[in-house]
C-alpha cells in the first residue's frame, strides 16, 4: 500500500477519470501502457480509480499502469489533456508535477 497525500490522489483521479471523457484511450496506447485493449484500460482504471479513493491497496504493475496513464493525462498536449489540466483539477499545475514527481519515486521503491 502506498501512502497519498491529498494532492497525489487527485493527480491520481483525475487523471484515471479523464481517459474516456475529454480524452479518449486506443488500442495502441493501452497496450504500450501494458493492457491487452483499451476495454481492458477502461475497466482496470475504474477499479484503481476506486480503489485509490476508497485508501485500498493495487498491485504493483497496475500503480505502475495507472501512473503512466495519468502521465499521459497530465503532461500530453496530443493524448491527454495538456494545458487544459488545471481546468480539470483542484491543483495547480506545479503541485500536479511534484505530486506526480513523489508518485514515481513511491512507485518505483516498491520494486
Known amino acids: 500500500m502506498i501512502e ?9 483521479e483525475t487523471g484515471l477519470l479523464q481517459w474516456g471523457g475529454v480524452v479518449a484511450m ?3 496506447l493501452a ?4 493492457h491487452r485493449d ?8 475504474a ?10 491497496g493495487i498491485t504493483t504493475d497496475a500503480w ?4 503512466t496513464a495519468c502521465e499521459i493525462a497530465f503532461a500530453s498536449e496530443s493524448l491527454g489533456l495538456g494545458h487544459e489540466w488545471d481546468d480539470f ?9 511534484q505530486a506526480m514527481r513523489r508518485l514515481q519515486w ?3 521503491e516498491l520494486g
Open 4 to 12: 497519498l497525500d491529498d494532492i497525489e490522489r487527485d493527480f491520481l
Open 26 to 28: 486506443t488500442d495502441a
Open 31 to 34: 497496450r504500450a501502457i501494458g
Open 38 to 45: 483499451a476495454v481492458d484500460f477502461y475497466a482496470e482504471s
Open 47 to 56: 477499479r484503481c480509480a476506486d480503489r485509490i479513493a476508497g485508501g485500498v
Open 64 to 67: 505502475r499502469r495507472c501512473l
Open 89 to 97: 483539477s483542484e491543483f495547480d499545475p506545479n503541485e500536479t508535477y
Open 106 to 108: 513511491k512507485i518505483a
